[in-house]
């Protein structure tokens, strides 16, 4: 698709699913500070209002997921 400013790329990048998982998979990877497991991005957006999907409300999600409150160690990691 063809933009002329960054507002009209911004809103061709939010209608495109492959975007959208990118950054719920980002938000999970940085909110969760590890790797996210398979399904966990697509599980995100499945729970958020998909009309009108808001980072403001992903984010809530994710420091509200018992993966936030509950993180395990990753292979290898050793508590400070």
Not at 2 to 16: H, R, V, Y
Not at 41 to 51: E, F, G, H, P, R
Request: hydrophobic fraction near 40%; charge should be negative; aromatic fraction near 4%.
């Amino acid at each position: 698709p063809k933009f002329q400013n960054g507002i009209e790329l911004a809103n061709i990048l939010a209608d495109t699913p492959e975007v959208n998982e990118c950054v719920a998979a980002n938000l999970l990877r940085y909110g969760l500070g590890r790797l996210d497991t398979e399904g966990e991005a697509k599980s995100l957006l499945q729970s958020l209002d998909t009309d009108e999907l808001n980072v403001r409300e992903a984010i809530i999600k994710v420091v509200t997921s018992r993966g936030f409150a509950f993180r395990l160690l990753s292979q290898g990691e050793v508590l400070p």
